[in-house]
């Protein structure tokens, strides 16, 4: 069964997001919208450990890419929608 995080509404915890981070099989700073104004005014050319970008996304989760599907095991980002067809495959 698909489920979209709406992690706006519910910011995921430092280890809910280590797990999405994990099942999508990125790096933190990958998950960043980097177009996110406060990206740019508190992030921009700045050097972090993953687990500070963690921490930077959950103090901030409008920096987080979304949306988020998962079936349980596998994730994906839903830019381009097209990506969540991975998951019914």
Do not use: C, H
Not at 3 to 29: A, D, H, N, R
Not at 47 to 57: F, P, Q, S, V
Not at 67 to 88: F, N, Q, W, Y
Request: hydrophobic letters at 40%; charged letters at 35%; aromatic letters at 4%.
């Amino acid at each position: 069964m698909l489920e979209v995080i709406e992690y706006l509404k519910e910011v995921p915890s430092k280890e809910e997001l280590e797990k999405l981070i994990e099942m999508l099989g990125i790096k933190p700073e990958q998950l960043l919208r980097k177009g996110e104004a406060i990206y740019k005014e508190q992030f921009k050319g700045k050097t972090l450990t993953d687990d500070e970008w963690i921490k930077a996304m959950v103090e901030n989760p409008k920096l987080i890419e979304r949306p988020i599907v998962t079936d349980g095991e596998k994730a994906v980002i839903g830019r381009p929608p097209e990506s969540v067809k991975t998951l019914l495959a």
